[in-house]
């Protein structure tokens, strides 16, 4: 039983990984203090980043069905 995706809601679901796999590595940078500005501001960052993955996830969601 194969998951078959629309053509947006594909494009949709590859943006809403990028956005997480992204956040993931600017958090674990932070954490060992690769990237400056300190870890607030990198988590403040990655945070937002996976906010934006989930929305674009949701939508996805919702298109499905269009």
């Known amino acids: 039983m194969a998951l078959r995706l629309t053509p947006?809601?594909?494009?949709?679901?590859y943006l809403s990984v990028v956005c997480a796999?992204?956040?993931?590595?600017l958090y674990v940078l932070g954490v060992f203090g690769v990237v400056e500005g300190g870890f607030a501001s990198v988590s403040?960052?990655?945070?937002?980043?996976v906010m934006m993955g989930w929305g674009l996830m949701t939508a996805g969601v919702?298109?499905?069905?269009v």
């Open 21 to 25: 796999v992204v956040a993931f590595v």
């Open 44 to 49: 403040h960052i990655a945070f937002w980043s």
């Open 62 to 65: 919702a298109m499905k069905g």
């Open 8 to 13: 947006p809601t594909k494009n949709i679901f």
